[in-house]
């Protein structure tokens, strides 16, 4: 029997993700024969991106929906400080100015009169023009026919091996997609100027970091970086239960992303405290190991199957599934009555029966 | 592979058997009605769990599903209901079953309290 995969993807090797969305794996016998084929230890496994963060912008900085990477915040993005948002009005609060990217303009006049209008923003020509403070334009030396804006910020551990994509994504970054990895300005980080700029203390850090940097662009984003050590090609993130697997399971790849790319459960189920094998789930389960009466778990009430998977992964027994009891029984609410496994008695208040 | 009715009918043996050890009264099995509604339950244990009794149903892993019809008719007739998994209690020991009984608490006569009551003090 011949085992056809699609084109696209292939059995044994890694395939690059270029779009988030959703993956779709299954396995299913077309083989017209009546004898049973058995699929054994089929593993997906998703190798963890080195960007933490990052996203797509139009050419106004307005950003794109579903094109963005928010694994670890970053204040910093469409001209070096967009993306901060006023806590009252929740517009882009620039140093000197709020900026609305919908309509392109500033919300308040130019303190500089450098237009005619006061409200322009770059000019009106964001492909050859910054404004990162909403002061005077600075001309864009180095694109001359971007579309768009792309912004990476990748993890310090995977610097090194990637370093030639560290950086800005620019023009044509969106018109392929999301282009993970990709940038024009591939060749070193470039950031503000430590001496004139406001961000010296993020160029700092970035150098100590052992980041190498060219020559400034102040219309540059400034670069974060985290220490945390992630290492590519050794860190599944998901692997499907042994066995025959025939159900097809979608995942979607920003929540995976989301808590790190470090997901690893056998059943993955999205719960009210995000997929089953995080980190905090994992938190949950030991505290449910830990028995006595709960009524709450991080401030949520589980469900049924929400509880009872929490008991069992942390090896305990369901005893009971009850309604409130009468007084004087403290447990006047619904619950499951478990034993862990080592003999300790549980409590666990659940939404309903 | 036991068959659904063989494990009631040893977790229904098993319940005789501590009914009778530790001297409470049950009903197995026991048909609950409200306003023209009948559903067949494990079991009806009269002296505890609320001043009506209560309702014993059986859950089996790994859904554990409940039945909303018991819940319902004990939720309007007034009765405690628990959904008890049959792996624990087909194992289950005298103080097991003393930890639970004293969990659900006795509404009958205190003359006639199981003597385990005296015996245990629930932790949970």
Aim: negative net charge.
């Amino acid at each position: 029997m011949a085992i056809e995969t699609n084109p696209e993807f292939s059995v044994g090797t890694a395939t690059p993700i270029p779009v988030p969305g959703y993956v779709f794996i299954y396995v299913n016998n077309n083989s017209s024969s009546s004898t049973p084929v058995y699929f054994d230890d089929l593993k997906v496994t998703q190798l963890h991106s080195p960007y933490v963060a990052g996203g797509d912008f139009y050419p106004f900085g307005l950003a794109m929906d579903d094109r963005q990477i928010k694994v670890e915040p970053y204040r910093f993005g469409y001209q070096g400080q967009y993306a901060e948002k006023d806590s009252l009005a929740n517009w882009n609060a620039f140093q000197l100015r709020m900026y609305e990217p919908r309509f392109g303009r500033w919300l308040t006049v130019d303190p500089y009169g450098q237009f005619d209008s006061p409200y322009i923003a770059m000019g009106n020509n964001p492909a050859s023009y910054t404004d990162p403070d909403g002061g005077i334009i600075l001309p864009e030396v180095t694109i001359t026919a971007a579309r768009g804006v792309s912004m990476w910020v990748i993890s310090v551990a995977n610097a090194v091996a990637v370093s030639l994509q560290i950086g800005l994504a620019r023009a044509g970054g969106f018109a392929n997609g999301f282009n993970v990895g990709m940038g024009v300005n591939s060749s070193l980080v470039s950031l503000v100027d430590p001496n004139t700029q406001a961000h010296s203390a993020q160029y700092a850090e970035a150098q100590a970091a052992g980041l190498e940097f060219g020559q400034a662009f102040p219309q540059l984003m400034m670069m974060r970086v985290t220490g945390e050590t992630m290492t590519p090609g050794t860190s599944p993130m998901f692997a499907t239960p042994r066995g025959p697997v025939t159900r097809p399971m979608g995942i979607p790849i920003t929540t995976l992303l989301d808590v790190h790319g470090r997901v690893y459960s056998d059943n993955p189920e999205n719960t009210q405290w995000g997929w089953t094998g995080s980190k905090t789930w994992k938190d949950l389960v030991q505290k449910v190991k830990g028995g006595g009466t709960i009524t709450d778990l991080n401030g949520k009430i589980p469900t049924k199957t929400e509880a009872i998977k929490l008991i069992e992964e942390g090896g305990g027994k369901v005893d009971r599934i009850e309604a409130g009891h009468a007084d004087p029984n403290p447990h006047q609410y619904n619950h499951i009555n478990y034993t862990t496994n080592t003999g300790i008695k549980g409590t666990i208040k659940i939404q309903g029966l | 592979m036991k068959d659904y009715k063989t494990k009631i009918n040893e977790l229904k043996e098993r319940w005789l058997m501590m009914a009778k050890e530790l001297n409470f009264e049950i009903i197995t099995p026991y048909v609950l009605s409200h306003n023209e509604k009948s559903v067949e339950c494990f079991a009806f244990l009269p002296h505890f769990g609320s001043i009506n009794g209560m309702i014993l149903s059986i859950v089996f892993p790994p859904d554990y599903e409940t039945s909303n019809e018991i819940s319902e008719i004990c939720r309007n007739t007034g009765k405690y209901c628990s959904f008890i998994n049959y792996e624990t209690y087909i194992n289950s020991n005298r103080q097991k079953f003393c930890e639970t009984l004293i969990d659900w608490g006795y509404f009958g006569k205190l003359k006639d309290r199981p003597s385990c009551f005296d015996e245990f003090v629930v932790a949970q």
